[in-house]
T-cell receptor, first 113, second 117 residues
């Protein structure tokens, strides 16, 4: 299975600032997925990132708040923009799916103060 | 409307005994179900899955049972080991969903399993 390197692993940010999270995969993949896990809650899909096209966002998530880049088949970034304390979560990238198990990155624990 | 529910937030069992984690779903279009295990400070790790055409899938100490009529699945771990202590997530997907969302999974809230030595 693929190996994903995600960074940063954690960060504490001031409200109103932005943070970019990076995921590097050790093999080429068509789709990458970005999830959020708020404290005590399940993983919620933010968007699906395809190389060469705009990301597809789930209900409740918008590109202005969570811009995503997918410049090639092994790399993607998620930016959390204009942060507020409500954005404090664990953010995870993943690959796979299509009826098989995802491989997840180790996650980015974000705290907004 | 939460489509995948894990009603037990926590479960504690003795080492060597059976652990049974439960999951219910509401969307009848789900046709593929997965269990993930998550340790602190790590991403979830895929554990085992089952297709809706089956009612049981076994992999070593882990067995997943699916009851489609009840929209219920369970994960059995036997014998349980202290290293199994983790958060377990149930997930469900509709593999026939449109190409844009192919492979999208809906997750439950997780059950924290503690296996006592």
């Amino acid at each position: 299975s693929a190996v994903i390197s995600q960074k940063p692993s954690r960060d504490i940010c001031q409200r109103g600032t932005s943070l970019t999270i990076q995921c590097q995969v050790d093999s080429q993949v068509t789709m990458m997925f970005w999830y959020r896990q708020q404290p005590g809650q399940s993983l919620t899909l933010i968007a699906t990132a395809n190389q060469g096209s705009e990301a597809t966002y789930e209900s409740g998530f918008v590109i202005d708040k969570f811009p995503i880049s997918r410049p090639n088949l092994t790399f993607s970034t998620l930016t959390v923009s204009n942060m507020s304390p409500e954005d404090s979560s664990i953010y995870l990238c993943s690959v796979g799916g299509q009826g098989v198990g995802y491989t997840f990155g180790s996650g980015t624990r974000l705290t907004v103060v | 409307d939460q489509q995948v529910k894990q009603n037990s937030p926590s479960l504690s069992v003795q080492e060597g005994r059976i652990s049974i984690l439960n999951c219910d779903y509401t969307n009848s279009m789900f046709d593929y179900f997965l269990w993930y295990k998550k340790y602190p400070a790590e991403g979830p790790t895929f554990l085992i899955s089952i297709s809706s055409i089956k009612d049981k899938n076994e992999d070593g100490r882990f067995t997943v049972f699916l009851n489609k009529s009840a929209k219920h699945l369970s994960l059995h771990i036997v014998p349980s080991q202290p290293g199994d202590s983790a958060v377990y997530f149930c997930a469900a997907s509709d593999i026939n969903e449109g190409n844009t969302n192919a492979g999208k999974s809906t997750f439950g809230d997780g059950t924290t399993l503690t296996v006592k030595p």
